[in-house]
Structure formats: C-alpha cells, structure tokens
C-alpha cells in the first residue's frame, strides 16, 4: 500500500514506502552525478567484472550464470554500436534506398546510449555476483561447450554488425568533425 487518501485529498505515504521514495531519489542524484565521469565509471564496472570473474574462477562453478551475463552483454553491445533509425529494419520487406554519397550528413545517434550501456552492464555483473550466493543458480554443465558457443554467438553477431557498419558507413567509436566551408 503506497499511499492512503485522507479526507482533504492528501496522499499519507507509509514509512516504508517514504524510505523507499528517498533512497530512490538520492541513488538517481548520485547517478545523475555520476554521468561526466566516463571513465570512472568504466573502471568501477571493470572492478565488479573482475571481482565477478574472480568468485567464478574461485568458487568453480556458476557457469550458466556467466554464459547469461555474457549473453546479455553481447546483446548490450550490439544495441551500443546500432544506430537508432536503421533503415533495413524502418523499410517494409526490405525495401530500402541504397545510401549515397551526397546524401545529407546527419550524426550517428546510438539505439543504446553509453550511459545506458554502462548503466545496464554494471547492474548485470552486480547481479550475476549476488547470484553466486544462491546454490540454486549452480547448474552443473561442462563449460567448453558454453564457451564455445558463447564465441560462435559473438563471431556470428559482430560479423552482422561491422557488415552493416561498412555497408552505411558509420564508425560508432569516433565523431566526425565537419568544417564549415567560409568560401561563400
């Protein structure tokens, strides 16, 4: 029960859930704080990998919860270097204008942005930690097999991917820079 209407129209929140309104409120500020700091923020998600690897490694087991972080991950990143308005997938049945090389200039605007992206990988290898806590989540397979999949996954999606990259000429890691022509 989130809030209870008295007689004068006014919501009386509960004390949990006034607790749970300003936690809520205070983790979004940080995060919002959070956001200039690219790279600090990578390495803070590449110390949750490492230290998520490292329970694996150690603990010898939790295989399909890391083929699932892996998954998710592979999936995070396609999203990452898509760009939002693809024109094989806006076009019915497939019918599309091939690209021209006088066309507009418009910038590449990611489907995933990077927040977001570092946001959702972060939250996945903290959970997928949490997980290794629970006995239940310990499936017992041979793990080459994951792993092997796992890269076919990875071959098999990148190909797609930088295929499309080079057929529209995008590069999702650098920006362009456009100089303006004064000769007017």
């Not at 066309?103 to 605007?109: A, G, K």
Request: hydrophobic share 40%; with cysteine; aromatic share 18%.
């Amino acid at each position: 029960m989130e809030g209870v209407e008295v007689d004068g129209g006014d919501a009386v929140q509960s004390p949990l859930a006034k607790w749970r309104t300003e936690v809520s409120r205070t983790f979004r500020y940080y995060l919002d704080r959070s956001a200039p700091y690219t790279l600090r923020r990578w390495l803070g998600t590449l110390a949750a990998a490492t230290i998520y690897v490292l329970r694996v490694y150690y603990g010898r087991g939790f295989y399909v919860i890391s083929y699932g972080v892996g998954t998710y991950i592979l999936n995070l990143l396609i999203g990452f270097l898509s760009p939002k308005e693809d024109t094989e997938l806006d076009a019915p049945d497939g019918a599309y204008l091939p690209p021209k090389d006088n066309d507009e200039v418009r910038p590449f605007v990611r489907r995933l942005p990077e927040f977001l992206f570092w946001y959702a990988t972060t939250k996945a290898f903290i959970v997928a930690f949490l997980m290794t806590f629970c006995s239940i989540f310990d499936v017992p397979v041979f793990w080459p097999i994951l792993l092997c999949y796992w890269i076919f996954l990875l071959v098999l999606t990148m190909k797609r991917q930088i295929t499309h990259m080079i057929r529209y000429k995008y590069d999702p890691f650098r920006k362009k820079k456009y100089t303006v022509n004064k000769s007017d």
